[in-house]
Nanobody, 115 residues
Framework: QVQLVESGGGLVQPGGSLRLSCAAS????????MAWYRQAPGKQRELVAS???????NYVDSVKGRFIISRDNARNTVYLQMNSLEPEDTAVYYC?????????WGQGTQVTVSS
C-alpha cells in the first residue's frame, strides 16, 4: 500500500507562489499516474492537475497557465508549483492517483491566499 504525505502549504498573498510536495512511500509510485486535488470549505474535492508516468500533464481550466505539476520517480515525489495565486485557490491540497481505486488519503496541506 502507498502512503501519501503532503507538505509545503501556507499563507501567501494574492499573486504569490507556493510549491507543494507529496512524498509517497512504497515501490509502486513510479508505475502510477498521479494527481493533485483540492477541497475548499463547503465544496467537494476537485482534481486540479494530473501527470502520467510518462510525464504528460493535464490541468483544470481554473489553474492552467498558473500551476505546474511534476514528478521525481527517484524520490517518489510529486510536486505542484503554484504561481499567481488567487484567493479562490484557498483549500486543502491532497495528492493521490487520478481515478478510483484511490490510495488512502493523506492529511493534506492547507493553502490560504489572503492579503
Amino acid at each position: 500500500q502507498v502512503q501519501l504525505v503532503e507538505s509545503g502549504g501556507g499563507l501567501v498573498q494574492p499573486g504569490g507562489s507556493l510549491r507543494l510536495s507529496c512524498a509517497a512511500s512504497g515501490r509502486l509510485f513510479s508505475i502510477n499516474h498521479m494527481a493533485w486535488y483540492r477541497q475548499a470549505p463547503g465544496k467537494q474535492r476537485e482534481l486540479v492537475a494530473s501527470i502520467t508516468t510518462g510525464g504528460t500533464t493535464n490541468y483544470v481550466d481554473s489553474v492552467k497557465g498558473r500551476f505546474i505539476i511534476s514528478r521525481d520517480n527517484a524520490r517518489n515525489t510529486v510536486y505542484l508549483q503554484m504561481n499567481s495565486l488567487e484567493p479562490e485557490d484557498t483549500a486543502v491540497y491532497y495528492c493521490n492517483v487520478p481515478s478510483y481505486p484511490y490510495y488512502d488519503w493523506g492529511q493534506g496541506t492547507q493553502v490560504t491566499v489572503s492579503s
